[in-house]
């Protein structure tokens, strides 16, 4: 899944778009045609279009109004989005992911949603409330509205838990580290932990979850980077070990730049475990005997940092967006309100192995089994969005690359320590106050 993944933003694009603060929209002549940008969320474009186009289909039955889909991929799609906010010339509906949320709200191109405009796609008490959260900056009307949810869980090999003597899966980051040295065994090629250490999006994503556990705050409340907080490196500190200390990591996956790599590691018996907010059908797709397959939580220290917080993960997944110079602001509106409805929720969350974002879209049976309640409950009780300020998009690239580099000096046999891991993140924190 492609579920909260981000592609590099410069702050200057955010910036100019800020200052034209044009917005997207439709230039069409037809007063019920509307132009949506769909994220790539299944297997292909072709396969999202399959998905997607008999119900869209089906809305202009219902409503009269035709929607026009183009599927975007990932790589493009930020960059699209920027492009259009400052032409004026873009989509009227359009997919987002939640992290960019405070970025392209800061842009003020996109139709605020207040607390009318929830009202007209159904009302605000219907969606989760850690989703809702992470569709804008806190204290101003949402950019969006949650569309398809995501949350981080451990998945872990239960054959090899088996052959290990390991009776269930770790509860506590101790634990983790301790069940992973006995299912690394580098003389047979199998390891406890793959990471996709060489991916930038993922660093950051778990700097930011355990950063949580460990008390940091990235932002002060004014909007100011303190990415160097103590608390800050030793999440970092903590992550980079899991190869360089705990040796339970295979330090080829300093090189692992994407999804694929890790689960055919899990699924091959290559490693016992990989945290990631991939769906089973992703391990289903490449053929693994799902019967090995389990799924925990993301462990929590044994005993929490001083302001340490309950997270396991951050909130993942897909905003829905209005254009604010949409030429069919009620028409865009109600096609928001369809694909939120209960039956288009179940619908679509289970095609694509996500999480409905609404109360009343968990009574289908496809979200009762064990499995998808352990990512209900992460979601619901223990996922705290990424940092909801406009500098977020810049916090992701910088933090995450400082990552990947430290993994690649792991990996070289170069030492990486508390100090080197500060002098990074400062230099983050000096990038982040100058725009740059």
Not at 139 to 161: D, E, H, I, M, T
Not at 206 to 230: M, R
Not at 358 to 363: G, I, K, N, R
Request: aromatic share 8%; proline share 6%.
């Amino acid at each position: 899944m492609r579920i909260g993944k981000i592609a590099p933003a410069l702050v200057l694009a955010l910036a100019a778009a800020a200052t034209t603060a044009c917005g997207g929209g439709t230039s069409s002549s037809a007063p019920k045609e509307l132009v949506y940008w769909a994220s790539n969320q299944g297997t292909s474009l072709d396969n999202d279009k399959a998905v997607l186009q008999p119900e869209l289909d089906k809305f202009e039955k219902a409503s009269g109004i035709k929607v026009k889909l183009e599927v975007v991929p990932w790589t493009d799609l930020l960059n699209r989005i920027l492009a259009a906010t400052t032409s004026g010339k873009g989509p009227d509906v359009l997919n987002i992911g939640n992290t960019w949320s405070a970025s392209l709200q800061a842009t003020g191109a996109f139709l605020p949603f207040d607390d009318a405009a929830l009202e007209k796609v159904g009302g605000k008490s219907r969606f989760l409330g850690p989703s809702l959260a992470a569709t804008g900056a806190s204290g101003q009307p949402p950019v969006g509205v949650p569309l398809y949810g995501q949350a981080y869980g451990l998945y872990y090999n239960k054959k090899l838990f088996a052959e290990a003597g390991i009776t269930k899966p770790p509860a506590t980051w101790e634990e983790l580290v301790e069940d992973g040295k006995k299912l690394t065994k580098p003389d047979k090629g199998q390891w406890g932990l793959s990471l996709q250490a060489g991916q930038v999006t993922e660093n950051s994503h778990h700097a930011a979850i355990l950063g949580a556990q460990q008390g940091a705050q990235f932002f002060t409340a004014e909007g100011k980077p303190q990415l160097a907080s103590d608390p800050s490196v030793a999440a970092v500190q903590q992550f980079v070990d899991l190869m360089q200390k705990d040796k339970i990591v295979n330090p080829a996956n300093a090189e692992y730049a994407d999804t694929a790599k890790s689960l055919k590691d899990l699924s091959d018996g290559k490693a016992a475990m990989f945290m990631n907010q991939a769906s089973a059908g992703s391990f289903k797709n490449i053929g693994m005997d799902m019967a090995n397959l389990g799924v925990a939580p993301i462990p929590l220290p044994a005993t929490a940092p001083p302001n340490g917080r309950k997270v396991t993960s951050f909130v993942a997944g897909i905003n829905m967006s209005v254009f604010k110079n949409t030429k069919n602001p009620d028409a865009a509106l109600d096609f928001v309100k369809f694909m939120v409805s209960a039956p288009e929720q179940a619908l679509l969350n289970k095609t694509y192995g996500s999480l409905p974002t609404v109360q009343d879209a968990y009574s289908d049976a496809a979200f009762q089994t064990e499995d998808v309640k352990v990512f209900q409950n992460v979601l619901a009780n223990s996922a705290e969005p990424m940092p909801q300020v406009p500098q977020e998009s810049q916090f992701e690239t910088l933090i995450g690359t400082a990552m990947k580099g430290m993994f690649a000096d792991v990996a070289a046999g170069k030492p990486v320590d508390g100090a080197k891991i500060r002098d990074q993140l400062n230099q983050a924190d000096q990038q982040i106050a100058a725009g740059s």
